[in-house]
């Protein structure tokens, strides 16, 4: 069974940094891609970062330069650094597993989700 458990949100302010984590177990980050998605009230689900089972990583615009997506692979698990944070970050954010190696921007290409973790950012 796959499971993917979000930890690290909480209220903060503009600037602030956090740092959001993904543990998964089932899968190993190692063999498959990853995403982090967010969905703010009121609005769709949108997609924050990627990274591939190789490590490599990329982002949304909204959010390049300021979050960055690391992995800890004893632990199996994924980070999601954010600095400089906005108002306009504020959303639950989630972390899914591909089905393949290279993660996606397309939240129907992952099969497995976290049950998201809040982070509201105070202006």
């Known amino acids: 069974q796959v499971k993917l458990v979000e930890s690290g949100g909480g209220l903060v302010q503009a600037g602030d940094s956090l740092r959001l984590s993904c543990a998964a177990s089932?899968?190993?980050?190692?063999?498959?891609?990853m995403g982090w998605f967010r969905q703010a009230p009121g609005k769709e689900r949108e997609f924050v970062g990627a990274?591939?089972?190789?490590?490599?990583?990329y982002y949304a615009d909204a959010v390049q330069g300021r979050f960055t997506i690391s992995r800890d692979n004893a632990k199996n698990t994924v980070y999601l650094q954010m600095n400089t944070l906005k108002a306009e970050d504020t959303a639950i954010y989630c972390c899914?597993?591909?089905?393949?190696?290279?993660?996606?921007?397309?939240?129907?290409?992952?099969?497995?989700w976290g049950q998201g973790t809040q982070v509201t950012v105070s202006s």
């Open positions: 089932g899968r190993t980050f190692t063999s498959y891609g």
């Open positions: 899914a597993l591909d089905r393949f190696w290279s993660g996606s921007r397309n939240d129907r290409d992952y099969e497995y």
């Open positions: 990274m591939t089972s190789a490590g490599t990583t």
